[in-house]
């Protein structure tokens, strides 16, 4: 790892590792930009995933909110997307203007030549996916220790759903015939996509980042025993694996945060699964949460994005019920978002809905929400807490 300034604020990393902490931690998801205004200007005519190509523009963009809302934000999470993992497995990825990402060419059935090519490919996922290492190692030359970095992937299941419905869905027709028709050829293909996501999450701690975050925005689209069959064992085998690439590329171990968005009933084996810190959506009641959990981990999140659409009276009165729920936010806690920003409108219902865009969310309005987290969590009293809900 190449040797950059020391952090000055450290506070998302401890609190991922379950040490007590003077305040909660705070970020949220997609605040790489996108809602921002300043994003389009630095945007300019570039597509998407132009952007992630050119480490400049991924490491300016990342940089938007920390200096957007400046002291605010406790992490900068790299300018990226989830589906640069299709890509260098040999796939073909756009972004569709007001319909998100689209494959011209998705994966019809394990007789499909291209299925044979993925699964034959070797990934140089150094080369490949380059671009995004030189990012982050941009990203943490200009941020000087002011705060740390997320480093990210998409899950196996995630990705899986992409490569086979071709973008987002309503019903995941497709991918439910893989999953119940091809059973063993769909587990291979998730077998593969693991592996190249530890050495992608090993590059890029090489590179920087300092934490690192496995979505899984479709987890929820699977049943208990589904998920069990074609989700967990993949994020369980990142999060064996991941360590055991650190320590042979002679690096420090990270903390580990995993979002399965929607498989609520499974929170109590993702908080088995391996990692530091489990990350919530807005279906979570925080105490409920909070009791299954039970120490074993960190959690993060989870207020429901709408919020923001509402006044100020909405966003103050839930801030105060989430932050008595996690317990006061001195341990345990990193302050998210059920799932993230945008500032695009998007006609694909389903993609808003599951991955948990939410157009046009005014910046002065998140601002808001952070300075709330500050105020509620400076009370040190959990009686206070209940006094102020009640």
Known sequence: ??????????????????????????????????????????????????????????????????????????????????????????????????????????????????????????????KELDYVYEAIKMTKEKLQGEVPLFGFCGAPWTLLCYMVEGGGSKIFKEVKTWIYKYPSESKALLQKIAEVCVEYLALQVQAGADIVQVFDSWAGELSPSSFKQFSLPYLRYISKELPHRLKDLELELVPMVVFAKGAWYALDDLCNSGYNVVGLDWLHNPADAVRIANGRVALQGNADPGVLYGNRESITKLVEEMVLGFGGGKKGWIVNLGHGLSNRSIRNFTLTAVLGITPKVVPEDLEFFFKEIRRVTSTTSKENWRCIVS
């Open 1 to 126: 790892m190449p040797p950059f300034a020391p952090l000055k604020n450290d506070l998302i990393l401890r609190a991922a590792r379950g040490e007590e902490v003077e305040r909660p931690p705070i970020w949220v998801m997609r605040q790489a930009g996108r809602y921002l205004p300043e994003y389009h200007k630095e945007k300019g005519d570039n597509d998407f995933f132009q952007c992630c190509r050119t480490p400049e523009i991924a490491s300016n963009l990342t940089l938007q909110p920390i200096k957007h809302f400046k002291g605010l934000i406790d992490c900068a999470i790299i300018f990226s997307d989830i589906l640069v993992i299709p890509q260098a497995m040999g796939m073909t990825v756009e972004m569709v203007d007001n319909q998100g990402p689209h494959f011209p060419k998705p994966l019809k059935s394990p007789s499909d030549e291209q299925y044979t090519q993925v699964m034959d490919k070797s990934v140089n996922v150094q």
